[in-house]
């Protein structure tokens, strides 16, 4: 079923309830009080038969006969008099040929109640008791124009509700089809959006703001899958070039080893850098399939507790045995009370490679080979702070260098070797971790990088 049928029905549904709720209150309202109206009117009439019985002191004369056959004037359709004295003898009844066989029961239950209101078979009977005067009046009647009444108003109600839920029906279809043209004019927009016009953007519709609201958030999707794309073309890009940049100089080795002679010692030199070469194209590999591998990487809740400290220690290690020149320091900004806080969840050696990375740039860019490393906690945060001396970079290389193959003007300044990859691993690493990395200059002539983690819940 789609979902303008949908709405269209469920509308209908809520109004057909609505009506029928109406309808059947405006009956049993009505009901309630013609039945109600009517007991008065009996009651009215068991009276008025009540005060002529008493009056009359001799039932028995004529004209005692002409008066209550005056009282006896059918307002009420196919009335029943009856009254009654203490002893539950009859003293006068109409019409006359009515048969009168009341219980004691019925009797005493009135004289204690002074008033009783039932119904049988549609007839509406009400008794009363005089204190004053002794006498138990039944009065009873069929209210033949009330009935006809609650039946003609049976058949308006029904004939309402129908015509009603036509109309609604016949509305509830229009207006649907009405309040999801500006969808279906938006359908159509997205189904034309391809690769090739991504950078097209959905017209908004001043008139309806949910809609409108529906695309600009569309239109923010497609500015960041555009971004993604172009990010995509550009890694593409650098990659075919820092792959072709190292065959391309294998290749021209190798066609000039092959069309002169060589000695043993050129023949030498040229395999020492063909070998420095297909190194590169290695490391340049590994990097790549490590980016996308971590592209995928996500906050597993069965990680075991790792210990900051102790990544950071082994990791400025290890960069020490590659760079025997480096002078890494490690310190604390404040010695803690316990161990644990600098506990996260996160795997160890996936963290070793953080810092290893960063301890690598921080030395190969420092004007002095030493780098120091200062390590605190703070409001439910572990920070590593990795600083060096050196060139620092300007604003545009900051917002920059955490992108794949982008290296800033310090590193070619400085003719360092790299692909601009290693900063991107890390950043996928920590976000991970849920975690991340952030670059500033404290002071002129130095760099810092503050890798935050969130610490382990205890």
């Not at 090739?196 to 609201?213: M, T, Y």
């Not at 172009?230 to 069309?259: C, D, G, W, Y």
Request: glycine share 4%; with cysteine.
């Amino acid at each position: 079923m789609s979902i303008k049928l949908r709405f269209a029905f469920i509308f209908s549904g809520f109004v057909a309830i609505v009506l029928a709720v109406s309808s059947i209150s405006i009956y049993i309202l009505y009901s309630n009080f013609r039945e109600e109206e009517f007991y008065s009117r009996v009651k009215s009439e068991g009276s008025i038969f009540h005060n002529y019985v008493y009056e009359i002191k001799d039932p028995k004369e004529a004209a005692l006969a002409k008066m209550l056959s005056g009282v006896y004037t059918n307002s009420v359709f196919d009335e029943k008099l009856v009254v009654l004295d203490s002893s539950g003898k009859v003293l006068n009844k109409l019409p006359e040929d009515l048969t009168s066989n009341f219980n004691q029961e019925l009797l005493n239950e009135i004289r204690t109640k002074k008033e009783l209101k039932f119904k049988t078979d549609n007839y509406q009977t009400v008794g009363t008791y005089n204190s004053r005067t002794k006498f138990i009046t039944i009065a009873s009647g069929y209210d033949l124009s009330g009935y006809r009444k609650l039946q003609n108003l049976e058949i308006i109600l029904a004939i309402v509700f129908i015509i009603g839920m036509l109309i609604t029906a016949l509305f509830s279809f229009f207006f649907v089809q009405q309040a999801f043209k500006p969808l279906l004019a938006l359908n159509k927009q997205i189904k034309r959006t391809t690769i090739s016009n991504i950078k097209d953007r959905l017209l908004v519709v001043d008139n309806f703001p949910e809609i409108n609201q529906i695309a600009i958030s569309y239109n923010a999707m497609l500015e960041r899958l555009s971004k993604t794309f172009e990010f995509q073309k550009s890694f593409v890009q650098h990659a075919s070039h820092e792959l072709r940049t190292p065959l391309a100089i294998m290749l021209s080795q190798t066609e000039s080893a092959i069309n002169k002679k060589m000695t043993e010692t050129d023949m030498q030199i040229l395999l020492a850098s063909l070998k420095e070469d297909q190194q590169g194209m290695i490391d340049l590999t590994n990097s790549l399939l490590l980016l996308s591998q971590y592209e995928l990487l996500g906050y597993q809740k069965d990680w075991p507790k790792t210990r900051v400290d102790e990544a950071v220690v082994e990791a400025s290690s290890q960069v020490m045995q590659m760079y025997p020149d480096a002078i890494i320091h490690i310190g604390f900004e404040e010695i803690p009370e316990s161990d644990e806080v600098y506990f996260v969840i996160g795997k160890e050696s996936l963290l070793k490679s953080v810092f290893i990375n960063l301890c690598k740039n921080a030395y190969l860019y420092a004007s002095d080979k030493k780098v120091d490393i200062l390590i605190s906690d703070s409001k439910g945060k572990i920070k590593v702070q990795v600083i060096n001396n050196g060139p620092t970079l300007s604003d545009e290389d900051s917002s920059k260098v955490m992108q794949p193959f982008y290296r800033g003007k310090n590193a070619l300044n400085a003719h360092t070797k790299g692909f601009g990859l290693g900063l991107s691993i890390v950043t996928r690493i920590l976000f991970a971790h849920q975690g991340l990395v952030e670059y500033d200059s404290p002071s002129p002539n130095t760099n810092r990088f503050t890798v935050i983690l969130p610490q382990a819940i205890k």
